[in-house]
């Protein structure tokens, strides 16, 4: 059975740093590739950031330079140190895991005000 359970949202002004962090259960986790999605209002949930069990990483094109993923695997933790935010990276957070099948987390809500 896996678990994630995010952290660190909020409300940051534009230019600004948040770090996310996400705990994550499971006997799974650390042989798991895991990642930050985001759903904006009324848009569909899109990738923000992959980093796999070697910490090989990949980020949308949206972020690249300002935000960064980095996980812990002998604490089973996640995070997303996130820079420079702008007021378009508001949006519900969800750690993920995918292991054949995906796993969310319940979502932690961003919001960079202008």
């Known amino acids: 059975q896996v678990q994630l359970v995010e952290s660190g949202g909020g409300l940051v002004q534009a230019g600004g740093s948040l770090r996310l962090s996400c705990a994550a259960s499971?006997?799974?986790?650390?042989?798991?590739?895991m990642g930050w999605y985001r759903q904006a209002p009324g848009k569909e949930r899109e990738m923000v950031a992959l980093i796999s069990n070697s910490g090989m990483t990949n980020y949308a094109d949206s972020v690249k330079g300002r935000f960064t993923i980095s996980r812990d695997n002998g604490n089973n933790t996640m995070a997303l140190q996130m820079h420079s935010l702008k007021p378009e990276a508001t949006a519900v957070y969800y750690c993920?895991?995918?292991?054949?099948?995906?796993?969310w987390g319940q979502g932690t809500q961003v919001t960079v005000s202008s």
């Open positions: 993920s895991l995918n292991h054949q099948i995906r796993y």
């Open positions: 499971g006997d799974i986790v650390s042989v798991s590739v």
